[in-house]
């Protein structure tokens, strides 16, 4: 099986399933690095934000004299937007950006690899669920990798590449290989609960917000803090806005799960948030108001 040749950027096509922040961002970076991208959601909605996203995002990389007009209008040009799971059959690569759900993903790995090429390769952009657990409900274990992007996709460098128990050593390979022709830095980790990003970064979120719960100190002086005794470029808890207080609380669920340690139980202040429907910047409110697109955030609590 010749994937290194099978996968060389620009050749074939991606499918990247889920046209939320980081399904619209994958979709970015791999147009503008010259494939034809097939983006599919279940929401036609859903898409036409992605593509207006992204055509302001490559926008933004014309202004900043990262790419010339030509480069970005042909970028917008390769993304194919559907709600036809069908037009991702020919893609020698699949990239599920779905939300943090095993049981929605292993639907989409299903119906994937019934659809795709048996040569092609599906890639979870998970966060924290099993990639061996996910591998294992296809018919090409060997196949399935993780290829976790970071948000924002287009400016942040790092891809955590993840082997599952079953991950050929080619399709590593040629994961890597496209990760590099994107112009990121992968990052081997072997398959746990969080990998490497989250297994570290969750708990510092969840005891920032039992600090806040307890009334240890504010959000914005625990976010202090770390921005200036630490030298983080934002605070927990800003970053915990970011990412989004719903993906949060699933990922410490799919941790406290994984491990069996009730150290990573999600603190109630996150859970009773979520329930009132603050997940964050993409609700308008968490730790931090968001009254306004562009406006800077101030307190939320």
Known sequence: MDLQAAMQPGVDSVGVIGS????????????????????CDVSADA??????????????EVKKQKLTEAEAEAALARITCTTERTL???????????TERFELKRKIFEELDALLPANAILA???????????AAV???????????FFNPVPVMTLVEIIR????APETYQAVESIARALGKTPVEVNDAPGFVSNRVLMP????????VMEG???????????????????????LADFIGLDVCVDILRVLQEGYGDPKYRPCPLLVRMVDAGWLGRKSGRGFYRYPAEGAPPRAGR
């Open 164 to 167: 599952g128990l079953q991950t």
């Open 138 to 148: 296809t018919g090409r274990p060997e196949r399935v990798i993780g290829m976790h």
């Open 124 to 134: 979870s952009n998970t966060s924290s669920i099993s990639i061996t657990r996910l």
């Open 20 to 39: 939320g922040t980081m399904g619209s961002g994958i979709a970015h970076v791999f147009a503008r690095a010259g494939y034809s991208v097939v983006l």
């Open 204 to 211: 510092l979120i969840n005891e920032a917000a039992f600090a």
């Open 47 to 60: 898409l036409e934000r992605a593509r207006k996203s992204i055509g302001a995002n490559l926008s933004r």
């Open 216 to 238: 240890v100190a504010t959000a914005e002086a625990v976010d202090q803090v770390f921005q200036l005794g630490m030298a983080h470029p934002m605070g927990p808890l800003t």
């Open 88 to 98: 991702l059959g020919k893609v020698r690569l699949a990239v599920e950006a779905a």
